[in-house]
């Protein structure tokens, strides 16, 4: 199984810096990036209900996009 580049305790910023087509899932949830991207991905899922094994590996599968 590959290592994941993506935790939980990640800020959202610095994933969407980091992946960049990780924004669209962002934008699919909900999430807004400019006042909300301080937050860590767990905190995001959180406050939305959202399970964070599940949005991880939405975000990873996006990263994974950029890296081809």
Known sequence: MAEKKI????????VIKRY???L???HRLDVDSCC???RTVATMA???GLDLDEVIAELE????????
Do not use: L
């Open 20 to 22: 960049p087509w990780t």
């Open 7 to 14: 935790s939980g305790d990640m800020v959202i910023n610095d």
């Open 46 to 48: 959180r406050e939305h």
């Open 36 to 38: 909300g991207g301080a």
């Open 24 to 26: 669209p899932v962002f």
């Open 61 to 68: 599968s996006a990263a994974a996009q950029s890296q081809s």
